[in-house]
């Protein structure tokens, strides 16, 4: 018999699709192995329907599970590593210079520390896209959470071909592993590190694999400016032109875009990952959202890595993301709370193509958050999805389900061993500052 779990007595972020929750007080969800079988007031359930574990909601929130839908997890190794230094420098004098040394178990315990950060964050799903993808899936598999992963691919590199292989080999073996927690994808990096001929390489094995692809797209003007000077065209309608756009696909940023390029996002039904923090951090511009959504383009919300971001909690993001649009319009009205909580989870779970994922509703997989609401900093309880959205912080996450299966357990991580972790990443993050810096790997200067 598949486990039975109620979740009794919370507020219930109930209801499908983009619009407002319907909010139900002392309200229940019932979960039926990895799926949502109930939601709705505690008298509309089959007094037959008999749970093998009760979770206790009262005073707490009940809410979908917030989707990453843009990560570089290892990356958490470089976290503070190197700030206020403009992108380019960033990327040529910091960042690659140490992930050069990155071993796949540096990967391995670099992603076991992002996973716990996020699950403790109510994250229950991410898109990564880094290398070592093997042991990211392994982490994925062992720590029960879901996952949309590919190899990054830089197609100007000398490890271009070796790239395109591992990216290839990901996706045939772990395409639906974990229980169908996994999704893979192909991962052509940016337009400006990935030239046409690779491109067309690239989308040849996407075409044979039958998989989608993941990329950067529009981050920065510069990028703007580089590839009109070299091709004469947006980078949207560059890799429209090329044919990218004829897969299914999940573009990071899109902050530079105009109506033509959201109207190309648009009609090849591109999903768009927003990353307010990344974007202000490395001072990369605002995306027009709200222009996005209202175009019909599915968005969802990211964190980028933790080198650029220096967290993954998406509370924070959601925030922000309706602060900058409110801002820089001078319009208080613009992506309102429910709106921002739509893109961070059910928005997120479509861009990254997974099916019944997201919403709070029978029949969809049963990721879930119960957050704490007993806090000063949640009283009173005016509207719950301006509380949530506006006032609640990751650390009020109390328990966290995925696919069925209880991950958090009243602030407790039951599938991390996060002292074990702590230890490997601290010695390895020391390793790589060190050889990044060159230095010896056994420690000589
Ligand atoms: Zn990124």
């Not at 390489?201 to 981050?219: D, F, Y």
């Not at 964190?303 to 650029?308: P, R």
């Not at 990044?436 to 420690?443: C, K």
Request: proline fraction near 6%; glycine fraction near 10%.
């Amino acid at each position: 018999m598949p486990s039975r779990v109620l979740i009794e007595g919370g507020w219930v972020f109930a209801g499908e699709g983009d619009g407002p929750f319907q909010v139900v007080e002392d309200g229940v969800v019932a979960v039926e192995g990895e799926r949502i079988a109930y939601v709705g007031p505690r008298d509309g359930l089959d007094p037959a329907w008999e749970p093998t574990r009760r979770i206790d909601a009262r005073d707490k929130a009940v809410l979908p599970g917030l989707v990453n839908a843009h990560t570089h997890h290892a990356m958490s190794l470089l976290r503070g590593y190197a700030d206020d230094v403009p992108l380019m420098p960033w990327l040529e004098r910091h960042i690659w210079p140490a992930e050069a040394h990155l071993t796949g178990d540096d990967v391995y315990w670099g992603t076991l520390l992002a996973i716990a950060e996020s699950l403790l964050a109510g994250v229950t799903t991410f898109a990564d896209m880094y290398f070592f993808m093997d042991r990211v899936a392994q982490a994925v598999v062992e720590t029960g959470v879901r996952a949309h992963l590919s190899r990054g691919l830089i197609g100007v590199a000398p490890g271009a071909d070796q790239a395109l292989a591992e990216g290839k080999a990901l996706v045939a073996a772990f395409q639906g592993a974990g229980d169908g927690r996994i999704r893979c994808a192909l991962a052509p990096h940016a337009p400006y590190t990935c030239p046409p001929p690779f491109l067309a390489r690239v989308l040849e094995a996407a075409a044979a694999l039958g998989c989608p692809i993941h990329t950067h797209l529009a981050e920065t003007r510069a990028e703007v400016e580089q590839i009109r000077a070299q091709y004469g065209k947006s980078p949207i309608r560059h890799f429209a032109d090329l044919g990218v756009f004829q897969h299914p696909t999940l573009a990071a940023h899109c902050v530079h875009v105009d109506a033509d390029d959201i109207a190309i996002l648009a009609e090849h039904g591109v999903a768009v990952a927003h990353n307010p923090i990344s974007n202000c951090k490395l001072a990369s511009g605002i995306a027009p959202v709200p222009d996005l959504l209202a175009a019909g383009v599915t968005v969802g919300l990211a964190s980028d890595g933790a080198a650029s971001t220096n967290h993954l909690d998406l509370f924070e993001e959601m925030r922000l993301a309706a602060s900058l649009q409110k801002v820089s319009r001078y319009d208080a009205t613009v992506l309102p709370a429910w709106q921002v909580l739509r893109m961070a989870t059910v928005g997120g779970a479509r861009a990254l193509g997974f099916d019944r994922l997201g919403c709070l509703a029978p029949g969809y997989l049963a990721d879930i958050v119960v957050l704490d609401l007993r806090a000063p900093h949640l009283r009173p309880r005016h509207d719950l999805t301006s509380l949530v959205v506006y006032s609640a912080k990751a650390s009020d996450v109390d328990t966290v389900l995925v696919h069925g299966k209880v991950l958090v357990d009243g602030g407790e991580l039951l599938t991390v061993d996060l002292e074990r972790v702590e230890h490997e990443v601290e010695e390895r993050a020391r390793r790589l500052a060190r050889l990044a810096r060159g230095g010896a790997a056994d420690g000589t200067p």
